[in-house]
């Protein structure tokens, strides 16, 4: 992890890699996010975390980011205004709407190696986006893809490759 | 309803429209969505159907059309390109990019008047985007910004004009 990162960015990270690793030991895919809210005492505050649920719930929708805004819960506006979304694999688009949606003004990305999803559209929109290139995201992620690639394939909508 | 909708059309936003009507009953948001395939004999089926759950769930993510995508299940990629989506409001920027992830080839929309949601961006990506502008689902949605305006913006990100 590069020295750079703040307190917040280390918890944030650190937070979405260990929701992450547990998707992978429950068998399923390891991506995990979650928000940290910067309250007005300066010191970060973990709103909420979630990994993606495919397998465990077979859901269609729970990927790493819409996991743990759902855990999150219902917030006013102005709170995701105030907090930064952190996950371990760049977004796809349907996590990149909702970030769009709740108008979070900072990404933070574990590793974009493996998959690239909506940063373009995020920037475009005034959204930070902050990639760290984390060696265990990117390792966590590569193993998965390995092992069971049609399942991954499945969690963007796409046929997995002969 | 315009009197050139198809058949698969008409039970689509049918669909669609009961479930949002489903939702208001329970005094939640009145936005319901539904997937329907073209299968090999050219019946139409629902796939699965769903409606907004902020009030029911406490959910920040369970928007209409999320909600029957998480409800459907599991699907392989060619099953949503072989299907439309109906959704009884413009769909917001989160529930574009779950269309736009998992390809469908087509939306149908109820209404566009109390909300304009992701459409261009649809379009712009090769989505067939169908606005019927249906009256009970725009009376439907009016009601309930008039009711509890709160809610609404709520879940649209945003701060209640005051």
New interface residues.
């Given amino acids: 992890m590069p020295a750079q990162l703040s307190e917040a960015d280390r918890l944030g990270l650190e937070t979405a890699y260990l929701e992450a690793k547990r998707g992978y030991e429950e068998g399923g895919i390891p991506i995990g996010s979650c928000l940290v809210h910067h309250g007005e005492s300066g010191k970060p505050k973990v709103l909420g975390k979630g990994c993606n649920m495919?397998v465990q719930k077979?859901?269609?929708?729970?990927h790493g980011e819409?996991s743990a805004?759902?855990n999150?819960?219902?917030?006013?506006?102005?709170v995701?205004r105030g907090s930064t979304i952190y996950t371990t694999l760049s977004p796809?688009?349907?996590?990149?709407?909702?970030i769009?949606?709740?108008?979070f003004p900072r990404v933070v990305i574990g590793e974009n190696r493996n998959y690239v999803g909506?940063e373009e559209l995020l920037k475009k929109n005034g959204v930070e986006v902050v990639v760290v290139d984390d060696e265990r995201c990117k390792e966590l992620m590569e193993r998965f893809i390995r092992e069971k690639p049609e399942i991954w394939?499945?969690d963007?909508?796409?046929?997995t490759p002969k």
Avoid: F, P, V, W
Avoid at 58 to 62: D, P, R
Avoid at 92 to 98: F, K, Q, S
Avoid at 156 to 159: D, F, L, Q, T, V
């Fill in positions: 495919r077979e859901s269609a929708t729970l819409i805004l759902e999150t819960g219902r917030l006013k506006a102005g995701y796809c688009i349907m996590c990149t709407g909702a769009l949606l709740y108008r909506g394939y499945e963007i909508g796409e046929e």
